[in-house]
């Protein structure tokens, strides 16, 4: 949709150029489909949280309408690593580029800022993230939950793998009842 | 229910149980007459965990759990995750086997959008044509039963590959029933498109601007009838989608025109049907020979996996717009982590624009309109001066009903 487009190699180095040492790792992944190899990109990039949402506002300045996906989320012990799916280019064949922001939050303070001003469709992922993971968007236009009812227990987060994890909640049903 | 009832406007709350919806979820309308003046949505009736289960199992078991998401995506979870891990784990899969799996993905598009018609006929009172469409999805069911063995949960997906082969004798069964599909297309085009009574009810009603839905980022055929051009096997690819000549639908490629609203998400399904037997004859047509997976030893397979470590995702579009699921692999038997995006989770904010300045009668059409993916119950309740009344499936049903008779007048 834009005029110009750029490669994946121009959009690492863009923001590498803009964000320096705050960009912490990249990735571009490149696969082919079918006979004709017909060939697409997928970007990773590892940044620092500080600077996200920044990040994701110079994404609109690549592509106007950059599309927002979703994003996932996982405990990696000392940390939170939230992954937001983004794509720029859609509308012309075989030009869509996947770019995916990592961006890893201490467990000890994991406030992220919220994107919903520059993507409004992404409160429900933000939503989400908040009651499966226990982080903070900072922001946030409404923070009740979306997909956990409003009795299940604070401070357990689904997804975490430490004690404010599901463990304690989960009954198999396989092992037959204990009680 | 947090806001007070004004003295002009009253609250709405449909659902967790609704009619035009085949899971729950729960609307929250404010009402002024019978107009909607505003519309807040609540979900997770049905949220079972399914992503975290993933990470007690191994990629090829999740493939059957991933299968069970979505009835009539059952299909695209499968292959979406497939896609991902195939990338984690560096798996080439074979030429054949991607064409094969376009024509599975295809069918599934078939059964979806016409089983889709007749929900919207339905709900508008046309139950005629709900027979007369499922009769249809019925030829593309037993379709999916001679070449996969199953009619909905399909159970053909394989990491690298697909599980099952079309060969040359299957060719004459699949011919038989795309011509039947072609046969009765226009029938079905003229019944929704020229009909004086489906165009009053569509027409105008329950627009989407195209603004809106890239802002909200609508998926799928919602964000086409929008005219937004976005549509993953075209914008980016996968399987063996480079390989074939089709192009976006969007409502102005039968009209010239776009304008948002039930009745161009009507125009995109229909023509996406066409299209997609289209592309189901050109895979037929230019099938390689070759195996139809990677690796044919799950064992083998489920070692490899073992060893994989990194983070991949797969794209698909699945009838309803673009699946994606994320899936991170540490060396474990288990993926570290599994997120699941189906095209509804996108598509429920959209709801809220479209809705606005609608009558009660049209909640359950332009519900529908965007093919929502939640199962269905019925019961309503209205609250109404802080009395509560409920309205149950077959009396909501009448009002829309009741709505296009008075129009046909």
């Known amino acids: 949709m834009a005029e110009k487009q750029m490669t994946p190699e121009e959009i690492v180095q863009f923001f590498k150029d803009e964000f320096k040492e705050d960009i912490l790792d990249s990735r571009i992944e490149k696969r082919t489909q079918g006979i004709k190899k017909a060939e697409f990109t997928h970007i990773w990039m590892r940044l620092n949280s500080t600077v996200f949402k920044k990040a994701a506002k110079k994404l609109t300045k690549l592509d106007q309408y950059t599309h927002f996906a979703v994003a996932s989320g996982y405990d990696m012990g000392d940390n939170i690593d939230l992954v937001y799916h983004f794509s720029i280019y859609h509308g012309a064949r075989h030009k869509e580029i996947s770019l995916n922001f990592i961006a890893s939050l201490p467990k000890s303070n994991p406030v992220i800022d919220t994107i919903t001003d520059i993507f409004p469709g992404a409160i429900i992922s933000e939503q989400e993230k908040q009651e499966m993971l226990g982080v903070k968007i900072k922001g946030i236009p409404n923070d009740s939950r979306v997909f956990i009812s409003d009795d299940f227990p604070k401070n357990v987060y689904p997804w975490r793998r430490d004690e404010t994890g599901p463990q304690k909640m989960i009954r198999n049903l396989h092992k037959g009842a204990k009680k | ?409």
């Open chain 2, 1 to 409: 229910m947090k806001r007070q009832s004004t003295k002009t406007t009253y609250q709405l709350p449909i659902g967790p149980i609704h009619p035009a919806l085949k899971e729950p979820v729960m609307f929250e309308f404010e009402i002024d007459g019978e107009k909607i003046i505003d519309a807040n949505v609540r979900l997770g009736h049905v949220h079972r965990g399914i992503e975290w289960a993933g990470t007690q199992r191994n990629p090829i078991q999740i493939l059957y759990l991933a299968e069970r998401i979505c009835g009539i995506c059952s299909y695209c979870h499968p292959m979406a995750f497939a896609l991902a891990v195939e990338r984690v784990a560096n798996i080439e899969v074979p030429e054949r086997a991607q064409y094969l799996r376009v024509i599975q993905g295809e069918l599934e598009r078939i059964c979806s959008h016409i089983l889709w018609a007749g929900v919207a006929a339905h709900e508008i009172g046309f139950d005629s044509v709900l027979y007369l469409t499922w009769q249809m999805r019925e030829e593309a069911l037993d379709l999916t039963e001679y070449l996969t063995g199953n009619r909905i949960t399909k159970g053909i997906t394989m990491i690298g590959g697909i599980r099952r082969d079309i060969t040359t004798d299957m060719h004459p069964k699949i011919k038989e029933t795309l011509g039947y599909f072609k046969d009765n297309f226009e029938k079905l085009h003229h019944i929704f498109l020229d009909d004086k009574t489906f165009k009053l009810r569509s027409q105008n009603c329950g627009v989407l601007a195209k603004e809106d839905a890239l802002k909200l980022c609508a998926v799928g055929p919602t964000a086409r009838a929008s005219g937004v051009k976005k549509d993953v096997r075209l914008d980016q690819g996968y399987f063996a989608y480079g390989d074939l000549d089709f192009d976006y639908v969007t409502p102005d490629v039968l009209t010239g025109e776009v304008h948002g609203d039930v009745y161009d998400r009507i125009i995109v399904r229909l023509l996406e049907v066409k299209q997609s037997i289209d592309l189901i004859e050109q895979c037929i047509q230019h099938m390689p020979e070759g195996p139809i997976v990677a690796e044919p030893k799950i064992a083998k397979l489920l070692a490899t996996l073992k060893k994989a470590n990194g983070e991949g995702i797969g794209r698909m579009e699945a009838p309803r717009g673009e699946v994606i699921h994320y899936v991170k692999l540490t060396g474990q038997d288990a993926p570290y982590h599994w997120k699941v995006r189906a095209p509804t989770y996108n598509n429920i904010l959209p709801w809220i624009p479209m809705l606005k300045g609608q009558q009660i009668a049209d909640i359950p059409i332009v519900a529908a309109s965007t093919d929502p993916c939640m199962s269905c119950t019925n019961r309503v309740a209205v609250v109404h001066k802080n009395e509560r009344h409920m309205l149950d499936k077959e009396m909501l049903h009448r009002m829309s009903v009741e709505k296009t008779r008075r129009l046909m007048k």
